[in-house]
Every structure is written in structure tokens, then in C-alpha cells.
């Protein structure tokens, strides 16, 4: 499988904004994702970005991806105690197999 | 919709037993996948399928059978259970577009 790497942990206060950062190797990923779980709970979809882009916001959620670099981010703006999760990055090929990287937990403090 | 459900939610098994972990969807979604997540680790593809009858290897299919007879269903089955094979299981389907949606996992320990 293809490598994707990520920080495993980021505490971050209430109100501040969250960044969370991730490599990748497979130039040729067609997406990129960010999934979200919650203690004992599957992942979610919290957002996505064509290989082609180099950005996209969502309310308080903005993907950078830096195609050149293999580097993507997620940035929570106004991180909220229901921010507190693992946030797993993600790359897809054209059959939407996915190879995640290890996932980042993110503390929320008051 | 239930969306994908998975049972069992915890299991112990001892060496060399097998056991089938269900997963069923109620999406109507062609493709399903079955991945693993081991403790610090991301989730790695075990087998997936896009459509019954039709099944394919993933990145770590080694001791691992699946089925697809249905549209619904995706069971995983371990033949002879090793401690490697501790893992927390996720099933997810797919109707072939981005989003992936995932169950809530069943917990399984080998002893």
C-alpha cells in the first residue's frame, strides 16, 4: 500500500484554530479525504479534495493541498469541544480503495 | 436505513477457532470493503467488492476470506485465528461515488 504519515497527536484550545497536516507518496491519488472518529465509533466523511485542486472551504473546515509536495492540511477554525476526535487523512485511486495514514488525535481544551 | 451494520461488536476467540464477522448494508451500494485497524495505525484494506459475486484482494488479505452473494451482505471470515489477527474490523459501502461509509466495527481478540 501506498505510505501516508501524520502527526498522532495535536491539544489545541477552545476557540484557536486546529491544523493537522499529512504526507502522502502516490502521486497519482485522484482524492484526498479527511475522515473523523469519534471513541468507539466507525469513521466519517468530513470532507474531500480532487487532485486537481489546491483548495477547498467548508464553514469551518479549508483543505490545502500542495500536489507538488504530496502535502495536505485541514484547518478547524473556532475548534469546539466537539472537535476533540481522530482525524484520519486519506488518499483514493479511481476505484476509491483507500490508504490512511495513522490517524491524529486532537484534545480540545477549555 | 440502518446504514451498515456489523456484529458482532466484541468477540474473544482462542487460537485456531474460526468465527464470521457480519456486515450488512441497507443502501443498495455496489461497492463494500472490509478493513482493519490495528493500535497507532491506520485502517488497511483486508478485501472489498464492487458487486456480488465479485470480490478482490486487498493490501492485507492474508488468513482472511469474504463472500458476496448478495448486494447486501459481506461477511469476513477467519479461518484458524492468530494473535496477529487482534484488530478492530471496519466494514464500509460505497455506491461507487467518494464517500465511503463505514459501520461501527467490531472489536476482536485473539488469545
Known amino acids: 500500500g501506498e505510505d501516508v504519515e501524520q502527526s498522532l497527536f495535536l491539544s489545541v484550545r477552545e476557540g484557536d484554530s486546529s491544523v493537522i497536516n499529512c504526507t502522502y507518496t502516490?502521486?497519482?491519488?485522484?482524492?484526498l479525504y479527511w475522515y473523523k472518529q469519534e471513541p468507539g465509533a466507525g469513521l466519517q466523511l468530513l470532507t474531500y479534495i480532487f487532485s486537481n485542486m489546491d483548495m477547498k472551504q467548508d464553514q469551518r473546515l479549508t483543505v490545502l493541498l500542495n500536489k507538488k509536495d504530496k502535502h495536505l492540511s485541514l484547518r478547524i477554525a473556532d475548534t469546539q469541544t466537539g472537535d476533540s476526535a481522530i482525524y484520519f487523512c486519506?488518499?483514493?485511486?479511481?476505484?476509491?480503495?483507500?490508504?490512511f495514514g495513522a490517524g491524529t488525535t486532537v484534545t480540545v481544551r477549555a | 436505513n440502518a446504514g451498515v451494520t456489523q456484529t458482532p461488536k466484541f468477540r474473544i476467540l482462542k487460537i485456531g477457532q474460526s468465527m464470521t464477522l457480519q456486515c450488512a448494508q441497507d443502501m443498495n451500494h455496489n461497492y463494500m470493503y472490509w478493513y482493519r485497524q490495528d493500535p497507532g495505525m491506520g485502517l488497511k484494506l483486508i478485501y472489498y467488492s464492487v458487486g456480488a459475486g465479485i470480490t478482490d484482494k486487498g493490501e492485507v488479505p492474508n488468513g482472511y476470506n469474504v463472500s458476496r452473494s448478495t448486494t447486501e451482505d459481506f461477511p469476513l471470515r477467519l479461518e484458524l485465528a492468530a494473535p496477529s489477527q487482534t484488530s478492530v474490523y471496519f466494514c464500509?459501502?460505497?455506491?461507487?461515488?467518494?464517500?465511503?461509509?463505514f459501520g461501527p466495527g467490531t472489536r476482536l481478540t485473539v488469545l
Open positions: 502516490d502521486s497519482s491519488s485522484t482524492y
Open positions: 486519506a488518499e483514493g485511486d479511481n476505484d476509491y480503495k483507500l490508504s
Open positions: 464500509a459501502s460505497s455506491a461507487g461515488g467518494i464517500e465511503q461509509f
